[in-house]
């Protein structure tokens, strides 16, 4: 809203959000815990606002780093936080002492967790597995030696074991995620054999969650769809038939700055990459690609303004852009424009946003800026 002090700004919607949890819970069924997932700021949506509007609707928060947990916190939540990302062995002491669950995956950080760690202080940690993504993970040749050197610190408690898919999203063939969940399978295994009984075994993103019943365990990751964000077009495909109904919680907003008429032929913003093809109307946007608005989308973009689309002329710039208003009736400075979003009964969806980047609606909402103000809204 203008009345955030910005010029530009994105609401988050509370109702879509909950509604979004809700539906999630409801398909994954009961006794699967819901962990949701507002690591880099709640993918573009603001974590504290993310936290405040829906997080009675999760059971666990999952973060990257110390840093989001801490967020999670001054966000008001006591729910446990996992974080999924790397820690530095120098802020290891202040995660445990805060009760923060970590992931491990290597001996050095065991190691590292069990001098931060006290028996009256354990370390909660759950075992990432490495199961054909080759990124974090424990090989299985090598979980047994890292089982046996867990078993030497009382004061870490295998809290949770874990893995992630890499090939659930964009296919419709399950075959290799069905060869990592057989992978998993045989660690989790190997883990309770060793004597340790975790509590929660989490191994679905929001693709696998909304499609395969037997990837969820006791809980599952949930994030872009929390969002109300199809993980892909193959995910939304395949789930066509589930009933499973998704709310996009945000809009990205801004003000027109300025409005000019130009004849046909003026160039447009630097490099003179375009010029007008028509004598025009044009519109200043105070917003760029500082803002999150990406180059990208220099004679592509499009906005809405007074229920037009509207197209970006030229590059964009680092703090502004340009747009052809020719033909939209009463655009003047002040005039609302949506950069991602509903106005009026038409949409500018991030899927078709990151179709015009060559890339996926991750990023297109990640990559807003977190300086810009999120403002809850019904």
């Known amino acids: 809203m203008v009345g955030s002090g910005s010029k530009t700004w994105v609401e988050v919607s509370r109702s879509a959000l909950r509604s979004n949890a ?26 504290p606002e993310t936290v405040k509007a829906g997080g009675d609707q999760a059971d666990w928060f999952a ?30 002491r202040d995660a445990v002492r805060q009760g923060f669950s970590l992931t491990a995956y290597n001996p050095e950080t065991i190691r590292a967790v069990a001098r931060a760690a006290t028996k009256a202080r354990p370390a909660k940690v759950h075992l990432k597995m490495e199961t054909g993504t080759s990124r974090q993970g424990i090989l299985y040749d090598d979980l047994p030696g890292i089982l046996k050197l867990i078993a030497k610190y009382p004061q870490i408690r295998i809290e949770g074991v874990s893995t992630h898919y890499a090939n659930i999203e964009d296919t419709t063939d399950p075959a290799y995620a069905m060869r990592q969940l057989k992978r998993f399978q045989g660690s989790l295994d190997l883990v309770r054999a060793a004597g340790f009984k ?24 949930t994030g872009i769809a929390l969002y109300g964000l199809w993980p892909s077009a193959s995910t939304r495909q395949s789930a066509s038939g589930s009933g499973l109904k998704l709310r996009s919680a945000l809009t990205w907003k801004t003000i027109v700055a ?28 105070p917003v760029g690609y500082w803002d999150g608005f ?21 590059r964009v710039c680092m703090n502004m852009c340009v747009v052809d208003v020719t033909g939209i009736p009463g655009v003047r400075p002040g005039s ?28 297109v909402v990640t990559r807003i800026n977190p300086l810009i103000p999120r403002v809850l809204v019904k």
Do not use: M
């Open 336 to 363: 609302e424009a949506v950069l991602l979003g509903r106005q009026r009964g038409l949409a500018i969806t991030a899927e078709e946003a990151a179709e015009r980047l060559g890339t996926i609606n991750y990023e």
């Open 63 to 92: 973060v990257d780093s110390t840093f989001e947990a801490k967020a999670v916190r001054r966000a008001g939540s006591r729910k446990p936080v996992l974080i999924l990302g790397y820690t530095p062995d120098w802020l290891l």
């Open 294 to 314: 990406d180059r990208g989308f220099s004679s592509v973009g499009q906005v809405l303004i007074n229920g037009r689309r509207a197209k970006a002329l030229g």
């Open 22 to 47: 809700a539906a999630l819970k409801k398909a994954v069924g009961r006794g699967v815990k819901l962990i949701a997932v507002v690591k880099s700021n709640a993918y573009g949506h603001g974590l």
């Open 198 to 221: 975790p509590e929660i075994v989490h191994t679905a993103c929001s693709a696998a969650a909304i499609l395969y019943p037997q990837t969820r365990f006791s809980g599952v990751r």
């Open 258 to 285: 300025q409005v000019k008429r130009l004849p046909k032929g003026t160039p447009i913003s630097y490099g003179l990459t375009e010029r007008l093809r028509r004598d025009s109307t044009v519109a200043v946007l």
